[in-house]
């Protein structure tokens, strides 16, 4: 999949292992997953690739995230992003825009 970060801290967390932001400070282990995941997400050539990934835990968001989609960073930290497909080129095409880092329980 393409991925683009719909927010600086995000990118920066993936390139750089820590955000400039003081408000998004990760613990180093949750980073590691962090990048770890996108590079999963990277990889995968469309959605349903994510299924066969158990860990992952993927899953399209009900509620009042409607219309987004998670997978699991552990068991408390999850990403958010929306996907879809671009079909007019000669080969399909998956854009994962990562929306956010969150704590799955707040």
Known sequence: ???IFEKDYLK???????????K???QKIVIT???????????????????LLK??????????????ESVRVD???RIEFKSNIERDKPEIITICSIIDLSNHYK
Not at 35 to 50: F, G, M, P, S, Y
């Open 24 to 26: 998004y400070r990760f």
């Open 12 to 22: 920066q967390l993936y390139e750089n292992g820590k955000a400039k932001n003081k």
């Open 33 to 51: 997953k962090y990048i770890q995941t996108i590079d999963k997400l990277r990889v995968a050539k469309r959605v349903e690739d994510l299924y």
């Open 55 to 68: 860990s992952l835990n993927y899953e399209k968001l009900r509620g009042n995230k409607k219309g987004l």
């Open 1 to 3: 999949m393409v991925i």
């Open 75 to 77: 068991k408390k930290y």
